[in-house]
């Protein structure tokens, strides 16, 4: 998970998944719902997932094995510019 910027809140939480063979037949939506779903029912409400969920191919990580959360970071800020400034 990485903050996101939001305007009313500040940062919300956002979190990156990748999806396992298990999960094969469903659809992109369906697994974001259950995983908001399961959050929302056992974490406290802050830690909600209001960015949303984004799945990834691999997480990124530093040979000692930590997630490199900083190119999580980059790749949501590129996001963000690539689609456009709000009007």
């Known amino acids: ?3 996101v910027p939001d305007e009313s809140a500040g ?3 956002k979190a990156y998944v990748v999806k396992s063979a298990f999960v094969a037949g469903k659809s ?3 697994i974001a719902r259950e995983i908001c ?4 029912d056992h974490k406290a409400r802050y830690k909600w997932l209001k960015g949303g969920v984004e799945f ?3 997480i ?3 040979p000692s094995g930590k997630i490199l959360r900083r190119l999580l970071k980059d ?3 590129e996001a963000r510019r690539a ?3 709000k009007l």
Do not use: L, N, Y
């Open 37 to 40: 779903k399961h959050v929302e």
């Open 56 to 58: 990834i191919d691999a």
């Open 60 to 62: 990124p990580k530093s």
């Open 1 to 3: 998970m990485i903050p």
């Open 11 to 13: 940062e919300v939480p």
């Open 83 to 85: 689609k456009g400034a």
């Open 75 to 77: 790749r949501e800020r």
């Open 28 to 30: 992109d939506a369906d």
